[in-house]
């Protein structure tokens, strides 16, 4: 039995000596979670010390300030973030490549589940970055009506647009829109 056990061991140290070294693959740039994607948005925006104007839409009514807080403004389209575990397969995929300018376009839309966003539709240049994100959401019953879209253009706005109906409730329309420019004044 010994003789066995030696050629046994023998034989796994020779396969050990011949694996091949596994081959190194490049990184899979196609499709980065939103999520991180906003994380790393919010603070390039802080670092380049970017202002933004908020302008507020609410049924008809007009207002408009100056804000700071990038982390609430990025909350839905973060929140649009389809690269969780529970949802690999309640979207079908498709892919655009601009064969000139290098540019992707990533379209998600939901399989029927009920799913938010419904739709995510993302353009990426050839270097990884957002140039612009569009997630549409909706749900509707008997009692309740909901629908948002939200549009992200790099470096020039957020918009965020709700419509709600409650049954016997009036209706309320909301739009959020934020625009980036740069900061006259470095702090």
């Known amino acids: 039995?010994?003789?066995l056990l030696l050629c046994m061991l023998m034989g796994m140290a020779g396969c050990n000596l011949q694996q091949e070294k596994p081959a190194v693959t490049a990184k899979d740039t196609s499709?980065?979670?939103?999520?991180?994607?906003?994380?790393?948005?919010?603070?390039?925006?802080?670092?380049q010390q970017m202002q933004m104007t908020k302008?507020?839409?609410?049924?008809?009514?007009t207002d408009s300030v100056k804000t700071t807080d990038l982390e609430n403004l990025?909350?839905?389209?973060?929140d649009a973030d389809i690269s969780k575990a529970?949802?690999?397969?309640?979207?079908?995929?498709d892919t655009i490549a601009d064969?000139?300018?290098?540019?992707?376009?990533?379209?998600?839309?939901?399989?029927?589940?009920?799913?938010?966003?419904?739709q995510l539709i993302l353009d990426?240049?050839?270097?990884?970055?957002?140039?612009?994100?569009?997630?549409?959401?909706?749900?509707?019953?008997?009692?309740?009506?909901y629908r948002q879209e939200v549009f992200y253009e790099r470096n020039k706005q957020l918009r965020v647009v709700t419509y709600q109906k409650i049954?016997?409730?009036?209706?309320?329309?909301?739009?959020?829109?934020?625009?980036?420019h740069p900061s006259t004044h470095k702090i």
């Open 86 to 93: 529970s949802l690999s397969d309640a979207y079908s995929r």
């Open 74 to 78: 990025f909350r839905p389209l973060m």
């Open 99 to 118: 064969q000139l300018g290098a540019d992707t376009t990533f379209i998600f839309l939901s399989k029927g589940k009920q799913t938010r966003p419904y």
């Open 167 to 180: 049954v016997f409730m009036k209706p309320e329309n909301m739009e959020v829109q934020t625009f980036f």
């Open 31 to 47: 499709y980065r979670a939103l999520g991180n994607y906003c994380l790393e948005e919010i603070a390039r925006l802080k670092e």
């Open 124 to 145: 990426v240049d050839k270097q990884g970055y957002i140039k612009t994100a569009h997630a549409t959401s909706h749900t509707s019953n008997l009692v309740y009506e």
């Open 1 to 3: 039995m010994r003789p």
């Open 55 to 61: 302008v507020v839409r609410l049924n008809g009514v």
